[in-house]
Each structure stands twice: as C-alpha cells, then as structure tokens.
C-alpha cells in the first residue's frame, strides 16, 4: 500500500471520529441550556463529517489508474473494504470517547459565552489549562448507559433504521463511484461525477429525516414532555446506529458500484 492510501485510512478515522463526537454536542446542548450554541458547534462539526470524505477521490486516483491498466480490481476493492472498516473503527471509538468529549464540550459550550469568539476559544483550549481540563475529563461509559440499548422497544424504531441506510450510503458513496470507474473504465469520468450526486442524497436524507427528529425531541426535553434519559437512550441508538450503518456498508459496496455502472450507462 502506498503513503497515499495510509493517509486514506487516518484522514477517514478521524473524519467519522468528529462525526460521531458531534452527537455528544447536543447531550450538552440539553445539560447546559445552551442549546443554540451547541448545535452550532453540532453542525459545523456534521458539516465537516459529511464532506470531507471527498478528500478520499484525489488520494485514490493513482491507485484506481494502476487499478485499471492491470486490471487488478480484486485489489481496489481490498483497499476500500479496509477503508470502509476504518470508519467502523472511528465510530466505536466514537462512542468510547463520547462521555470524555461530553465533559469537554460542556467546558467548551460554557466558555463560549466568556470568549464569544471560535478562534478565541480553540487558542484557549489548546493552552495549557485547555489541556489540564480535558485530561481532568478523560471517563468512559458507563454500565447503565450501556444497558439502555437493551431498551429497543422505547425507541423510533423507523428513525434509526433511516440513520443506518442514510449512513451506510454515505460511507461508500466516493468509493463505489470509485470503484464502479474501476469495473467500467469507459465510463469512469461519468461515475466519478454521480459519487457528489450519491453523497448529496445522503445527507439530505439526514438532513430531512434523522435532524428534524432529533431537533423535536430536543424541544420536547426542553418542554418537560420528554426526559434527558429519554434523550440520551435516542442519541446511544443513533450512534449505535452508524456502528451498524458502516458494518452494512461492506455489504453494499459491490452492489452499490454495479447500479453506479447501470446509470452511468443509460444517462
């Protein structure tokens, strides 16, 4: 494997890994009271998550070129299911890391209101104090948080599988158009085109279906019509959920690539 493809693989992790810390923004959003500044925070963290993984296409050029001139495919795909389980790495340890970065970004949520600047605030949090309070917060999960995935019945059953297919698509919508120029070189410039057209559907998938709901549900804790415990068990199911989400993901590679191929072909 060559630097390039190295670089993939930690460039991803920590993609999805500030994708799925971003989640714990909103718990501090519902502790805090703070809840316009927290899902500022959220979505310019989402924002990152959902397009920085076009960074992967110009990192793969060269091996897809190779790819294609030996037609070695097998090895392409290789690659990309070891990308894809980087991402299903970078999530669990997510999900690890949420109740230290929780802490966090309460300190963070809170300072805020001192320093009313983001540029302010990211010089304050790499000072020396920064460091001293984000060592203070290093905790892992708890055992009774855990036992709330055993609750399945209480949660929007529809909202989390919406959250598994929308997050699965996205996390191979570079690579099977990628792949797809790989299985039809002739048409490699028109499937490298629809992976923007694949990623863009999944995030407004996301943006239709998985934000609004967790926005009402904020309103609801916010309007005493719903607990914080409530909340969090819907926030440990969405997480659990892009687990899921990048496991399905290996699976739909190959398929999504070939229907790639199908529409490049009759547009």
Aim: glycine fraction near 4%; charge should be positive.
């Amino acid at each position: 494997m060559t630097i390039q493809i190295y670089l993939v693989f930690m460039l991803t992790f920590i993609i999805y890994l500030i994708g799925t810390l971003a989640y714990s923004t909103r718990i501090v959003g519902i502790r805090t009271g703070r809840i316009a500044v927290s899902f500022a925070v959220f979505n310019v963290f989402v924002l990152i998550q959902r397009t920085a993984n076009t960074i992967q296409a110009p990192l793969l050029a060269k091996t897809i070129e190779n790819g294609i001139n030996t037609g070695n495919s097998g090895n392409l795909l290789y690659i990309f299911r070891w990308i894809i389980f980087s991402i299903t790495l970078a999530t669990i340890a997510g999900a690890i890391l949420m109740p230290t970065f929780i802490k966090v970004f309460n300190k963070l949520v809170t300072s805020f209101s001192v320093y009313r600047s983001l540029p302010k605030l990211m010089i304050h949090a790499f000072s020396k104090s920064g460091i001293e309070q984000f060592r203070n917060s290093i905790s892992i999960p708890k055992r009774e948080n855990l036992s709330e995935l055993r609750n399945f019945r209480k949660t929007p059953k529809k909202v989390i599988l919406l959250n598994v297919i929308a997050f699965s698509i996205s996390s191979v919508s570079i690579l099977s158009s990628l792949y797809a120029g790989c299985l039809s070189p002739n048409l490699r410039t028109t499937c490298s085109t629809l992976a923007s057209v694949v990623n863009s559907g999944s995030t407004i998938f996301m943006v239709i279906f998985i934000d609004p709901y967790l926005s009402m549900i904020t309103d609801d804790v916010i309007k005493g019509e719903c607990t914080e415990l409530e909340f969090n068990r819907c926030i440990i199911f969405i997480v659990a959920g892009l687990i899921v989400g990048s496991i399905l993901a290996q699976l739909i590679l190959v398929p999504a690539s070939n229907l790639i191929v199908i529409i490049a072909k009759l547009i």
